[in-house]
């Protein structure tokens, strides 16, 4: 039998997690090893086991696919992260099974395609015994250890287009569209969407806003002639002094959303104007990869083979400078990546007429 490699996409899906596989197979397939795809995230590890073999056949045609062709989940027996910065432990018991499920299916490494929540549980099972391999994964691009991640580009492709369409029915109905984008914690995908699709004014969890001064900005662009005005708004977002808006709680988890239809109402109060709000929402997770996910998404899936090959056990694939290196998993979970207030990006968009609402 061909040594084994096990490959599982942990966490919520983004363009690229099939590029990844396909990545990870192809390149599997030329260092003589076998792949072995768990189902449903880490799930998939739960005695009994739930996974398929990966060959040739089954990753062809999947760079385009949006989403993972062996499932995913952000809930479950081996979360181990709840919010940010917090940390919880798996248990025992399930680490155990798993390691069972590994060692009966003689997989030798696991790549792990995951957010910081998956890279959390990743150490936890390197720290067992299992030997982990991590590739970062996320639309909301906030993990410090790497430049960026794959899903990244293809969301805030999505972002701009819907700018694009927002600012001609603005402009026609001398409306304020307001468009509510996801990011948790980090304002990336509202600034470079915000900046890529001509947005008037971007408000991100990274600099709190101010109600009148958004109204003034607004009423400062229609006494210089604009007729309409585009906002967008970071799920995270929040005004000086006040809270993020969480739309539910369960088990301890909380789900932003919810504050691009309070920027709206204030706006429409404060500035007189009639104002939509559009949430963009898991649009942003799905469809094709671009261009430029789909080459990360492939370089991090052969670098993840090449790693698990030389044994280079509990690092974190990550990209630095352009190119793909590794980085310990240790090192790279909890750090999160915020938009520097003062740094060139958001310097940018100011000089570009953007408001922060500050
Ligand atoms: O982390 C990716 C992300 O899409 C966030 O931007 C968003 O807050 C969250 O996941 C939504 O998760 P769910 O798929 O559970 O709704």
Known sequence: MKPRIGVLTSGGDCPGLNAVLRGVVLAAEKLGWEVVGFRDGFEGLLPPGSHIILDRQSINGIMALGGTIIGTTNRGHFVAKVGAGDRTVVPANVITGAKNILDELQVRALIIVGGDGSMVTAQQLQEAGINCIGVPKTIDNDLEATATTFGFDSAVDVVMDALDRVHTTATSHRRVMIVEVMGRHAGWIALHGGIAGGADIILIPEIQFDFDKIANVIKAREAAGYLGTVVIVAEGARPKHGQQVKREVEGGEFRLGGVGEIVAHEIAKRAGKETRCCVLGHLQRGGAPTTLDRILATRFGVKAVQLANESHFGSMV?????????????????????????????????????????
């Open 318 to 358: 990550s990209y630095q400078n352009y190119q793909v290196r590794h980085v310990p998993i240790a090192e790279a979970v909890n750090r999160l990546k915020l938009v520097p207030p003062n740094g060139e990006m958001v310097r940018t968009a100011r000089d570009v007429d953007i408001s922060f609402g500050d």
